[in-house]
C-alpha cells in the first residue's frame, strides 16, 4: 500500500516556474513507477510525464515537452515535477500517481495509487 502527499501548487505568473512534489509513504518506493497528471473542468485526467522504477526512464506529452522534468529521489522517496515557461493553458488539477505492478506507466487506469491533488494556477 502506498499513500500520496502533494505539496507546491499555486499560482504562478506565464513564463515562470513552480515546482511540485509529490511523497510516498508505503512500501518499496523504489519498485513503483510514478507518474503526473493533471485535469481541468468537464476534462478527462490527461498523462502529463511519467518516470520507471528501475532506470528512471521517463516520457512526456507533447504539450509539455522541454518545459516540464520529471524526477525521483528514491532515498527521500519524492518524486517532482519541475515545470518552466509556464503558460495559461497549464492551469490545472496535478495529481501523482504510483504504480507497483508496472514498469512505466502512461494510462491513468494502469495505476493504483493516486494523491489529492495541488491546484495549478498560471495567470497571463
Known amino acids: 500500500q502506498v499513500q500520496l502527499v502533494e505539496s507546491g501548487g499555486g499560482l504562478v505568473q506565464a513564463g515562470g516556474s513552480l515546482r511540485l512534489s509529490c511523497a510516498a509513504s508505503g512500501r518499496a518506493f523504489s519498485g513503483a513507477a510514478m507518474g503526473w497528471f493533471r485535469q481541468t473542468p468537464g476534462k478527462e485526467r490527461e498523462f502529463v510525464a511519467a518516470i520507471s522504477r528501475g532506470d528512471g526512464t521517463t516520457l512526456y506529452a507533447s504539450s509539455v515537452k522541454g518545459r516540464f522534468s520529471i524526477s525521483r529521489d528514491n532515498a527521500k522517496s519524492t518524486v517532482y515535477l519541475q515545470m518552466n515557461s509556464l503558460k495559461p493553458e497549464d492551469s490545472a488539477v496535478y495529481y501523482c500517481?504510483?504504480?507497483?505492478?508496472?514498469?512505466?506507466?502512461?494510462?491513468?487506469?494502469?495505476?493504483?495509487?493516486w494523491g489529492q491533488g495541488t491546484q495549478v494556477t498560471v495567470s497571463s
Open positions: 500517481a504510483a504504480s507497483s505492478r508496472y514498469t512505466l506507466v502512461v494510462v491513468t487506469g494502469m495505476y493504483d495509487y
